[in-house]
């Protein structure tokens, strides 16, 4: 098994000021575990990594198709958005679709993640709305899920809904552990988050790109949106699009909040999990680029704009370059 050393560091001068220790989980197509960093057992929250499986039923259920739905909205239900006008423009266009509006939404509101969608929202002179939230996409479609199949509504996102629980068998299924194994909670979105560890994250996506490799109809749609629409995956200047544009869909990856991210590489039905131990989304960047680069995934000279979250200057108030962030080792 291989061993990665994956910690940040954020220099001032020749010292180190900070340090964001990562573990990591590397599984390959077989399920076996081939790489870490730290301790692949670490036990965290998946958050939004999760989005991808939590659509799965809907998919599997035909309700999906039958409000004529395709690669965008199924993208944007995997997204961690940027709140840009195409974003709140196709999650709003989904709740209309099944007859809903922004207030049916569980999640609540948020400034855009995007600095495009934070100066849009401030040229409007307008408030951000529970659509600008990056989960809104995920969200519409748990309400059609609920829609399409005749159950309530209200309280799609509570733990006992059917809505829920199928994600869980969802999150079960694909990570290889039983549902009493897995942690639930709140996520920020307010709906439910689970809790596994790393080493079940990898697995749940190795599983994920060898299912879409070998024509599994349900894995295969989902990769194939998330691969042709990045910029609705994340938005302008977010790492995830970039790095599935950057590699032409070869890798396809997830930020989760804390920290968190997974990773898809479907060509090798590899799967990755990150997670920055302090919560630092400075570190997780860089961390999934150099573990791509570990696994010639990525090359060892990047895209200019990949090459900017490996190694980034830190500036001081005047502009000056006064250190840097970068990989440890």
Not at 43 to 67: I, N, Y
Not at 143 to 172: I, S
Request: hydrophobic share 40%; charged share 25%.
């Amino acid at each position: 098994m291989k061993s990665f050393e994956l910690d940040v560091v954020v220099t001032r001068g020749a010292v180190v000021e900070s340090r964001h220790r990562v573990h990591a989980a590397v599984v390959d197509e077989t399920g076996a575990l081939i790489g870490a960093a730290r301790d692949p057992s670490y036990v965290t929250a998946w958050r939004s990594c999760a989005k991808p499986f939590q659509v799965m039923p809907f998919l599997e259920s035909g309700g999906f198709d039958s409000l004529g739905w395709g690669d965008d909205q199924l993208a944007l239900a995997c997204a961690s958005h940027g709140g840009e006008p195409e974003h709140i423009a196709l999650a709003e266009t989904m709740l209309g679709d099944i007859g809903m509006e922004e207030g049916d939404l569980a999640c609540g509101p948020h400034e855009p993640l995007s600095a495009r969608g934070v100066r849009v929202l401030r040229d409007s002179g307008e408030r951000p709305s529970r659509l600008h939230n990056n989960c809104s996409g995920k969200h519409a479609a748990m309400l059609a899920r609920a829609h399409t199949a005749n159950w309530p509504t209200y309280g799609y996102e509570r733990e006992e809904h059917p809505v829920q629980r199928c994600c869980l068998d969802a999150v079960a299924k694909w990570s290889g552990l039983p549902q009493s194994s897995i942690g639930r909670a709140v996520d920020g979105c307010g709906a439910v988050v689970f809790s596994l560890p790393l080493e079940n994250m990898a697995r749940a996506y190795a599983n994920f790109a060898r299912a879409a490799r070998y024509d599994d109809e349900v894995a295969g749609r989902i990769l194939h949106a998330m691969q042709t629409r990045p910029f609705l995956i994340g938005g302008t200047d977010r790492f995830d699009s970039i790095l599935i544009e950057e590699t032409e869909g070869a890798v396809v990856s997830k930020i989760g909040a804390e920290g968190v991210h997974s990773v898809a590489v479907s060509s090798r039905g590899l799967g990755i999990a990150v997670k920055v131990e302090d919560g630092a989304q400075r570190a997780q960047f860089a961390s999934v680029i150099r573990i791509l680069q570990r696994l010639d995934v990525l090359p060892s000279t990047l895209s200019p704009r990949l090459d900017e979250f490996l190694r980034r200057p830190i500036r001081n108030t005047r502009g000056e370059v006064v250190g840097e962030l970068r990989v440890e080792h």
